[in-house]
């Protein structure tokens, strides 16, 4: 049965989660964490080490514990190339000033091989939200097999919702929506009414549970406090690949959601345009407190997007979070990484190829 009651501040939550522009307030918020190439000549993984690997499962029942994952400890050193590239790419953004920091989590699925870079740096993950909400809903589908149809009434805009600066379609004013159709809109388009008309009928049990059986802490209620690293963000996108969370059926069905995102300023911006690509971005906006005497510095944004680049033989998970004065140069810089990640692994020349780029 699906909550009709719930506590106040979770409907003052739902537009923060919903919202594809957040807004908030951090002191010092542009100091960042060492980066790797500032600490190369510790960070780097020798071959040699035997690596174990990390393994998850499931709690709650009697007899059985599913696996919910199992990936290396170590870093591979056949992604060293990658890594370097990576940070080259970020310390000269970085340079012009109108980057401030960037994390990256890359997996390469075919030999399990991973590589990351300043990923211990926490960004407010925005509309990537909206992913964990979409996992949420299929577990609850699983105990109510008619919740998919279920229809509910969209009266008009939340008007207390800030604005998204990338917009796609929206919820039509006075319509009836199934939840299949209202989740199709908060995926593909990143519709702020629609999430919150979701949020606002999701068992929070089980919201919870999507973040601790994955083995990620239980989900802040507080707007400040709200926050993932790349790596943690790409565990939501592992358990759908891997179809170690969900059933079979509802994984490729989240997939068919995120494939039709149309979003294409981050990950998809220099990729060839017929690459498969299951993805979904979130971005954050908000002021920098200073103190007594400190420079203005303005607003800052946030922009992220992680996804599964389905590439030829070696489809690969990216999670990519990046911080900075200018949106567009955070746009750039997804489509950078992106695009060098994608040309490494497919070992093709982008020259003469036709890309998502405006």
């Given at each position: 049965m699906l909550k009709n009651r719930f506590p106040s501040y979770y409907i003052a939550i739902s537009a923060l989660l919903g919202a594809g522009i957040c807004y908030l307030v951090l002191k010092n918020p542009i100091n960042v964490p060492e980066t790797y190439a500032s600490a190369a000549a510790t960070n780097k993984t020798d071959a040699s080490i035997?690596?174990?690997?990390?393994?998850?499962?499931?709690n709650g029942y009697k007899h059985i514990k599913?696996?919910?994952?199992?990936?290396?400890?170590?870093?591979?050193?056949?992604?060293?190339?990658?890594?370097?590239?990576?940070?080259?790419?970020?310390e000269t953004a970085k340079a012009s000033g109108k980057v401030v920091s960037a994390s990256v989590y890359l997996r390469v699925y075919s030999k399990d091989d991973w590589t990351s870079y300043n990923v211990d740096e926490r960004f407010h993950p925005a509309s990537l939200s909206k992913v964990p909400i979409l996992?949420?809903?299929?577990?609850?589908?699983?105990?109510?097999?008619?919740?998919?149809?279920?229809?509910?009434?969209?009266?008009?805009p939340d008007a207390t919702l800030p604005p998204q600066y990338y917009r796609s379609e929206t919820l039509k004013p006075a319509h009836n929506y199934s939840v299949k159709e209202l989740l199709r809109f908060m995926i593909a388009y990143s519709d702020n009414d629609a999430t919150?008309?979701?949020w606002k009928q999701m068992n929070f049990d089980d919201y919870n549970s999507t973040f601790t059986d994955l083995g990620l802490a239980k989900p802040s209620y507080k707007f400040e406090e709200l926050q993932l690293s790349a790596k943690e963000y790409a565990t939501f996108f592992?358990?759908?690949?891997?179809?170690?969370?969900?059933s079979n059926q509802a994984s490729e069905f989240c997939f068919s959601l995120l494939v039709q995102s149309d979003f294409k300023e981050g990950?998809?911006?220099?990729?060839?345009?017929?690459?498969?690509v299951a993805h979904k971005f979130g971005e954050c906006n908000y002021p920098v407190v200073h103190a007594p005497g400190e420079k203005p510095y303005g607003n800052l944004n946030e922009l992220h997007e992680a996804g599964i680049i389905y590439c030829d033989s070696t489809p690969y998970l990216i999670s990519v979070m990046t911080k900075g004065?200018?949106?567009?140069?955070?746009?750039?810089?997804v489509g950078d990484i992106s695009s060098l990640v994608y040309t490494t692994l497919s070992n093709k020349s982008q020259s003469s190829i036709q890309t998502n780029s405006k």
């Open positions: 035997n690596c174990d690997f990390n393994v998850g499962r499931m599913p696996l919910i994952f199992a990936e290396k400890q170590c870093e591979s050193p056949s992604l060293d190339g990658i890594k370097q590239n990576i940070v080259n790419l970020v996992i949420t809903y299929m577990r609850m589908a699983e105990k109510n097999p008619g919740l998919m149809d279920k229809k509910i009434f969209f009266d008009k919150t008309l979701l592992n358990a759908l690949y891997n179809a170690s969370y969900l990950l998809l911006k220099k990729l060839p345009a017929n690459i498969t004065a200018d949106r567009k140069s955070l746009s750039e810089l």
